[in-house]
């Protein structure tokens, strides 16, 4: 088996997070974002976050897995920023549903088995352990690097950070925001593919800008 896109709710999570993030200063990664997850249909959606960063990726994501009837976890290094993550979350009139775990990249993420989508933001300099030590779904999973501009590791590629073995089906890096370096995990078992499927698309409209971009999920 593998992640099945569904474009109808990929639509309806973008749509929501747009309404939702609507008085946030920010690009439009939170809504890319959204229906990204959404789209996918997953079932774990697990980001990093810490003290002092933007929340409205985290708004996203947890209407992301309402939308699949998901879990939606935070992964975060310290009380301090625990504290921070629910008291912003909240004042963004999202409910307390989302799991707030403080920890240890390493010890964190062994407790996260099956993750099917994940989002790590470049400026923590955990993010590559984060990634490294993620327990991915069996039906492959998709990974997202935020603020990739940002990264100190130069002519970063996907294979350096995660577990040996894992199967990256595609990368890319995405114009969005301060960039977005996303890759697609192949499904466990899945070896190589006997036909190559359709194309899904995603529209995304930068909310500053007003420019459009076009990209496949």
């Known amino acids: 088996m593998k992640l099945v896109w569904s474009p109808e709710t990929a639509s309806k999570a973008y749509i929501d ?33 810490s003290h002092g960063g933007p929340i409205s990726t985290s708004v996203g994501l947890a209407i992301a897995a309402h ?21 912003a979350m909240k004042e963004a009139g999202m409910s307390s549903s989302t799991v707030v775990i403080v920890g240890e990249a390493e010890e964190v993420m062994e407790g996260l088995t ?11 300099k955990d993010f590559a352990r984060v990634l490294r030590f993620a327990k991915l779904g069996h039906k492959g999973a998709v990974l997202a690097c935020k603020n990739a501009r940002h990264r100190d590791i130069s002519a ?19 114009p ?17 593919r006997s036909k190559k499927g359709p194309s899904r698309w995603i529209k995304h409209i930068d909310q500053r800008s007003g420019e459009e971009h076009v990209f496949r999920g």
Request: hydrophobic fraction near 40%; aromatic fraction near 10%.
């Open 67 to 87: 939308h699949t009837s998901g879990r939606h976890v935070c992964v975060v290094p310290d009380e301090r920023s625990r504290s921070g993550y629910v008291m």
């Open 17 to 49: 997070t747009v309404k939702s993030c609507k008085n946030f200063q920010e690009s439009g990664v939170s809504e890319f974002l959204s229906a990204m997850a959404a789209g996918w249909n997953s079932k774990l959606i697990v980001e990093s976050w």
């Open 176 to 192: 969005v925001g301060q960039g977005l370096d996303i890759a697609h995990i192949g499904a466990i078992g899945g070896g190589v």
């Open 156 to 174: 970063f590629r996907w294979h350096w950070v995660l577990e040996r073995g894992t199967r990256v089906v595609r990368s890319v890096f995405l």
């Open 114 to 124: 099956g993750i099917d989508f994940l989002v790590v933001d470049s400026k923590r």
